[in-house]
Every structure is written in structure tokens, then in C-alpha cells.
């Protein structure tokens, strides 16, 4: 095996139970990796984590069992800005997987359009400490003025506590914006709390941001055990879910974040993922934004008439 696993990595949980809330016709999963395999696209030299592999065949056979109809695959930070494992399983998907690239400011012009023909849509800027180095802010500002002319959009992976100190290059984005998770509240923190009424403000003044309203499993404190009615699991991620997705219904995203780097504990059954949703998006209405409409409107705009 040429790649050591990060010491007390967590494997992705293998056998998924089916989901008992029912994905509308159409769902996308926006927001999912894959690694490697690493035999075949080797992680990034200046990674901070080692994975195990979690292929594009994996991935597409848990879309399938969950009931999704298509995937946004996002590049993650131990494959650097070497897209070729995402863009293989984008090509692979034959339409069913678009895609959200890292590149630096050496990336050529046809070097980006080979990516939009395979399917990428988007970069994605990360701001965690852990996860990347920090990256100039005018080569990201060059990178996201060169893409806007592809329509593509940013995505953003940030802490909330370095909201105040990011807004002002946030706010200047000249493209759509995603945020990742919810910009990572601290959820031990009142959904009225300061840390997220900033949150809310920033999508609230800037029409251009969305979130993705994913990763209960890492934003939790009270976990994923189940506790039975009212009791969800990951339930204390909920008000923060449900509190954006009913403010701004049509600017919201969700993903299973499969294969869940970084977990330490409680590597979750993406079927309890699934079946979170409805405690987050409670309406028909709701849950179609957030699974068809929205993602189709940014990754697949061509078939929105
Ligand atoms: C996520 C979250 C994490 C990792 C990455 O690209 C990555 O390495 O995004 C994390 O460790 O919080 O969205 O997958």
C-alpha cells in the first residue's frame, strides 16, 4: 500500500442502512469527495491528512442506495490542486456528477476549460487551518475573477470565529458564493447568539452567498444516538439547519459530506443523514428547494428553464 492512513483515521461506514424519509425525484447529494484511490491518484504532497480510498464506484453505489440522482464532488484538501481523481469520477458519472475544483493562479485558460468539460462548476477557497496553508488573498481574488467568466461560483470553508476577519474579502467575491456547513457554528452557541446572527447577516446583505446546511455529524455536541421522538440524533444542529433553510429557501444546499474526512468518533450511517432532513427542511416545498431546484439552478442550469 503506497499511502499510510492518518493514525487513528476513520474508515467511511460501509453498509448504509436505507433511509426512511423519502429523497424527492431528482435529489442531489452537493456535497461529497472522493480519494484516491491512492494507487491511482496519489494524495498531494503538502497534504495534512492521508485518507483511506474512497472511490468513485463507492461513492456512486452509495448515491444509488440512498436514493439520490446525482453528485457534486468537491475537491478535498489531500489532493491538493490535483483535480484528476474528482474530474475521472465526474467524467465517469456520464452527467450524474458535476464538480468543484481546487486550482492556483498558475492554472491556464485551457487547463479551466478542460475542467468546465468535465463538468466543474466551482473552486473552493479554504480558510481551515488544519486542513491548508494559507493561500494570498489577492491570488485568490485573481482565481475567482477568472472563473466568474465561466459562471462558475466559490466555495468557502471557514471557522465562525474568522467570519469578522474574512467578510470584508468574502464580501468582495465577484461571483456566487457557498459556504460551507453553515460557516461551522459553534451549536453549544444560541441559534440567536451573536457568532450566528453574524452568519445570518452575511446572507442576508449579500443576495449573492448560499449555504450548505451539511455536516450535523461534525457540528454536533449531543451526537448521533437517536433518542426517539423529538429526540433526533444530531438534533442540536437543527435550529441552525432549519433557521437558514427557512430564510433563505432558495439559497441553501445539502451533502452528505461522504466519506467524512477528519472524524474522529462517530463515523455516521449516511442514512441518518438522509433522515435528518426533514427535521431541517419540514415541507415539500422546503426539501425540494434544498435537494432539486437549488443545486440544479447552480450545477445544472442548463436544464432549468
Ligand atoms: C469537508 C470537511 C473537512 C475536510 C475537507 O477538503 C478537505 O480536506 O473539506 C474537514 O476536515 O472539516 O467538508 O469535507
Redesign the pocket.
Known amino acids: 500500500m503506497p499511502f499510510e492512513k492518518t493514525p487513528g483515521w476513520l474508515d467511511w461506514y460501509a453498509g448504509p442502512a436505507k433511509p426512511t424519509f423519502q429523497l424527492p425525484a431528482g435529489a442531489v447529494d452537493a456535497?461529497c469527495?472522493v480519494f484516491g484511490p491512492g494507487d491511482e491518484f496519489p494524495f498531494a504532497p503538502e497534504r495534512k491528512?492521508t485518507p483511506c480510498d474512497a472511490s468513485k464506484a463507492q461513492l456512486f453505489a452509495l448515491r444509488d442506495h440512498l436514493g439520490f440522482a446525482r453528485n457534486v464532488i468537491?475537491?478535498?484538501?489531500?489532493h491538493g490542486a490535483d483535480n484528476r481523481a474528482m474530474v475521472d469520477a465526474c467524467i465517469a458519472s456520464q452527467g450524474k456528477a458535476r464538480g468543484v475544483a481546487t486550482v492556483r493562479r498558475s492554472v491556464t485558460d485551457d487547463e479551466l476549460q478542460r475542467l468546465h468539460a468535465a463538468g466543474v462548476r466551482g473552486v473552493r477557497f479554504?480558510f481551515?487551518r488544519?486542513?491548508v496553508d494559507f493561500t494570498p488573498k489577492d491570488e485568490l481574488m485573481e482565481i475567482a475573477g477568472r472563473i466568474a467568466t465561466l459562471g462558475w461560483h466559490v466555495v468557502i470553508?471557514f471557522e465562525a470565529v474568522d467570519l469578522p476577519e474574512l467578510w470584508d474579502f468574502f464580501t468582495r467575491l465577484p461571483t456566487t458564493v457557498v459556504v460551507?456547513?453553515m460557516g461551522r457554528p459553534d451549536v453549544t452557541q444560541p441559534v440567536d447568539g451573536p457568532e450566528f446572527e453574524l452568519f445570518v447577516k452575511f446572507m442576508r446583505e449579500y443576495p449573492n452567498v448560499w449555504s450548505k446546511v451539511s455536516?450535523p455529524e461534525?457540528l454536533s455536541v449531543s451526537g448521533p444516538r437517536a433518542l426517539g421522538g423529538e429526540q433526533a440524533a444530531y438534533r442540536d444542529v437543527v435550529p441552525f439547519a432549519r433557521r437558514i433553510v427557512e430564510t433563505f429557501p432558495d439559497r441553501v444546499l445539502w451533502g452528505t459530506?461522504w466519506s467524512h474526512?477528519?472524524l474522529n468518533v462517530d463515523m455516521p450511517d449516511d442514512c441518518l443523514l438522509v433522515d435528518l432532513i426533514p427535521h431541517s427542511a419540514t415541507t415539500r416545498y422546503l426539501q425540494r428547494s434544498l435537494l432539486v431546484y437549488n443545486p440544479l439552478r447552480l450545477y445544472w442550469p442548463e436544464e432549468v428553464k
Open positions: 456535497h469527495h491528512y468537491v475537491q478535498a484538501t489531500c479554504n481551515v488544519r486542513l470553508y460551507d456547513h455536516c461534525r459530506d474526512p477528519n
